[in-house]
Nanobody
Framework: QDQLVESGGGLVQAGGSLRLSCLAS????????LAWFRQAPGKGREFIAA????????EYADSVKGRFTISRHNANGTLSLQMNNLKPDDTAVYYC????????????????WGQGTQVTVSS
């Protein structure tokens, strides 16, 4: 069964960095668009970044441009999110997601989701 497993979350001070990883269990994910979303307490799920298969076209939310970098490694089925200059507003549960379509910021088009990893940024 296709699975996504996130890791790398934790507690960091404002201005610090974290690197999240998502492990895909099936080789088929090498042909999926992969993305990161996050959800803060009391808020909806928010798109962060996506990367397409093939040419690796990326898309970012304005709130993280210049601070976060998404990358994928199809050979070992992993997706990464490098997060720099973290802010308290970045505190949320971060989710890895996959879709058979192109890059999109709409959560409804993603068919596979991980369980999430908590990121907490202290001020």
């Amino acid at each position: 069964q296709d699975q996504l497993v996130e890791s790398g979350g934790g507690l960091v001070q404002a201005g610090g960095s974290l690197r999240l990883s998502c492990l895909a269990s099936e080789r088929t994910f090498s042909s999926y668009t992969l993305a990161w979303f996050r959800q803060a307490p009391g808020k909806g799920r928010e798109f962060i970044a996506a990367v397409s298969w093939g040419r690796g076209v990326t898309e970012y939310a304005d709130s993280v441009k210049g601070r976060f970098t998404i990358s994928r490694h199809n050979a070992n089925g992993t997706l990464s999110l490098q997060m720099n200059n973290l802010k308290p507003d970045d505190t949320a549960v971060y989710y890895c997601a996959a879709t058979g379509g192109g890059t999109t910021s709409l959560a409804k088009y993603y068919s596979h989701w991980g369980q999430g990893t908590q990121v907490t940024v202290s001020s």
